[in-house]
């Protein structure tokens, strides 16, 4: 069953923006942490930005500055604003849901790959 849905990848030059939106289905509830992780081409997965219920939001050092991430609780989605975007940004950019029922886990979403140009 697919629990969290992810949307908005794609290719961009250098210097340019993409919105990443992820959407948690009604299969999962009691979410606290929300956000994303991305994974390039022979690299571990890491975390890039996450956001509590509260709003209370965490960056990547290498994102800072250049990254939004935010939230609607009462439709349990996030999105990732991406400006500045330079090549290293190039990854498959999974969101994540962290949620108590049906049990406690990480929900993933099946990643969305972003492509930036030089």
């Known amino acids: 069953q697919v629990h969290v849905v992810e949307s908005g990848g794609g290719l961009v030059q250098a210097g340019g923006s993409l919105r990443l939106s992820c959407a948690a289905s009604?299969?999962?509830?009691?979410?606290?942490?929300m956000g994303w992780y991305r994974q390039a081409p022979g690299e571990q997965r890491d975390l890039v930005a996450s956001?509590?219920?509260?709003?209370?939001?965490n960056y990547a050092d290498s994102v800072k500055g250049r990254f939004t991430i935010s939230r609607n609780n009462a439709e349990n989605t996030v999105y990732l604003q991406m400006n500045s975007l330079k090549p290293e940004d190039t990854a498959v950019y999974y969101c994540?849901?962290?949620?108590?029922?049906?049990?406690?886990?990480?929900?993933w979403g099946q990643g969305t790959q972003v492509t930036v140009s030089s």
């Open positions: 994540f849901a962290n949620a108590d029922y049906p049990r406690r886990d990480v929900y």
């Open positions: 009604r299969s999962i509830f009691s979410i606290n942490a």
């Open positions: 956001i509590s219920t509260a709003g209370n939001t």
